[in-house]
């Protein structure tokens, strides 16, 4: 069964850094890509990043380019997201998510999500 | 980038009615490079469409999605009660992906 955990979220202060973490299992993760997708409280789905699946080539938002590293251990089967200078409306659940394909690829799995709160 | 405009915002219908839900797209997606989500409540996404047409693993054939260039439509072709979510269509053939706002399916 393919699973994927998030962690890592908290509560940070406006300008703060978090690293999210996503631990995959029930699959070969090294076969695929991986993404980041938030949720704002009462919003919609917004795209964040995405990385192949060797990690050579990554992908940003706009929104987080610049702020945000993506990043993958294969080794532990892991995936990560370094979030630095953090603002208010970086506030969401953060989802990992396995691409169906290229990095571009839609998302055929998902995890519960972890909860990053920016506020002073 | 690529916005996406999903209609309507909310869709209230009664059970074995037929939903139809549109996504449209400010450029032509090459390829059909379009993908339906549900999400029930407290639940992460779960994936219904993609390349526009194509169910996922283990979706039920009531679910179908059509349309290309810059018009796409999920149909459900009769509501069960677990069908009651909130659909979201994403583009993914150029970069950034992204998503559209959502569709709310209700129970009338």
């Known amino acids: 069964e393919v699973q994927l955990v998030e962690s890592g979220g908290g509560v940070v202060r406006p300008g703060g850094s978090l690293r999210l973490s996503c631990a995959a299992s029930g699959f070969t993760f090294n076969n695929y890509a991986m993404s980041w997708v938030r949720q704002a409280p009462g919003k919609g789905l917004e795209w964040v990043s995405g990385?192949?699946?060797?990690?050579?080539?990554?992908v940003y938002a706009d929104s987080v380019k610049g702020r945000f590293t993506i990043s993958r251990d294969n080794a532990k089967n892991s995936l990560y997201l370094q979030m630095n200078s953090l603002r208010a409306e970086d506030t969401a659940l953060y989802h990992c998510a396995r691409n169906d394909g290229a990095v571009a690829g839609p998302s055929d799995y998902w995890g519960q999500g972890t909860l990053v709160t920016v506020s002073s | 980038e690529i916005v996406l405009t999903q209609s309507p915002g909310t869709l209230s219908l009664s059970p074995g009615e037929r939903a139809t839900l549109s996504c449209r797209a400010s450029q032509r997606l090459s390829s059909g490079y379009l993908a339906w989500y549900q999400q029930r409540p407290g639940q992460a996404p779960r994936l219904l469409i993609y390349g526009a047409s194509n169910r996922a693993t283990g979706i039920p054939d009531r679910f179908s999605g059509s349309g290309s260039g810059t018009d796409f439509t999920l149909t459900i072709s009769r509501l069960e009660p677990e069908d009651f979510a909130v659909y979201s269509c994403q583009q993914y053939g150029y970069s950034p992906n992204t998503f559209g706002q959502g569709t709310k399916v209700e129970i009338k």
């Open positions: 990385i192949n699946w060797g990690g050579g080539t990554t």
